[in-house]
């Protein structure tokens, strides 16, 4: 079952984005056995854009920051293995 939510972006670093539940309620979160999950960013004008995953989640529902994995820094690796993704 998939559940959307909205998150806003507490803190970036080199590898990871903290990420705090947005709506529909403070407490919006990803759960333990969430791995993978991923957050997109969806601009204006565009296509959603991955922009983490989720690496561990803990228990939920929590209103503390949440760390995922940048990708941005993975895109390299990522077109490696998956040779037909769109520029």
């Known amino acids: ?3 959307l939510g909205q998150v806003k972006i507490k803190q970036v670093k080199a ?9 529909p309620y403070t407490n ?4 333990l056995y969430d ?3 991923p957050y997109f960013t ?8 991955l ?10 529902p929590h ?3 949440e760390t995922t994995s ?3 820094i993975l895109v390299a690796w990522i077109r490696s293995v998956v040779t037909d993704l769109p520029a």
Not at 15 to 23: F, I, K, P
Not at 42 to 49: D, N, V
Not at 51 to 60: K, T, Y
């Open 63 to 65: 209103t503390t920051a």
């Open 15 to 23: 590898s990871t984005v903290s990420v705090v539940g947005y709506a």
């Open 28 to 31: 919006t979160s990803a759960c």
């Open 42 to 49: 969806t601009p204006s004008a565009g296509q959603p854009l």
């Open 1 to 3: 079952r998939m559940t």
């Open 70 to 72: 940048r990708v941005d």
């Open 35 to 37: 791995s993978g999950a």
């Open 51 to 60: 922009v983490s995953v989720e690496s561990d989640g803990p228990n939920c």
